[in-house]
């Protein structure tokens, strides 16, 4: 019940690709600086970090829900609803099977041909994480350097995807990955 300690709950004034209500939750915080009812100016700080609730140390849990702030199934991936880094974009993709079913726990590659810096994330393909309803994505990575990619999923020595991705500031790059598995 007191899992995220000290919350702040924003309800933002714009709507979800659906048209629900968008709301961003900040937990664990050391101390709260708003109340119910306050109007929040972007750049207003609203509390301190802290380990408030259950928390291993001081850091900021942040989420977004779509529709029901209390739902923890209204979640959906923060990477689609931040800004990036002046010069950096977003990663969206979608990693399904030649049936056209997701796929979870894959692992995908992201490595820059400019500087051959390498990231990594897995897909989520089960009822952990929700998918936007705008974009259906299954993996995101965020605050990539805009330049081109390779994109590649492999496990054990075995490349079963493999392309290339630009990346565009102050944009999310979509990718569609059919894996013939």
């Not at 750049?43 to 529709?67: C, D, K, S, T, Y």
């Not at 974009?135 to 805009?146: A, C, F, K, Q, S």
């Not at 999923?153 to 999310?172: A, C, K, L, M």
């Amino acid at each position: 019940p007191d899992y995220y300690g000290n919350l702040v709950v924003i309800e933002h004034e714009f709507r979800s690709p659906e048209n629900l209500p968008v709301f961003t939750l900040y937990g664990h915080l050391d101390r709260v600086l708003v109340g119910a009812g306050h109007v929040v100016e972007e750049g207003e700080q609203i509390g301190f970090v802290g380990a408030a609730g259950v928390a291993i140390g001081p850091h900021l849990h942040f989420e977004v829900r779509v529709g029901d702030p209390t739902d923890f199934g209204a979640t959906r991936n923060p990477d689609l609803w931040i800004r990036p880094y002046v010069g950096f974009g977003t990663l969206a993709a979608r990693v399904v099977n030649n049936a056209g079913e997701l796929q979870p726990g894959e692992g995908l590659t992201i490595r820059s041909l400019a500087d051959g810096h390498a990231r990594y994330a897995f897909t989520y393909a089960s009822d952990a994480v929700n998918s936007s309803a705008g974009w259906g994505e299954n993996v995101t990575m965020g605050d990539l350097p805009m330049g081109t990619y390779e994109v590649y999923i492999s496990d054990e020595g075995r490349i079963w995807f493999r392309g290339q991705v630009e990346i565009r500031p102050n944009q999310t790059t979509w990718l569609e990955i059919v894996m013939d598995r």
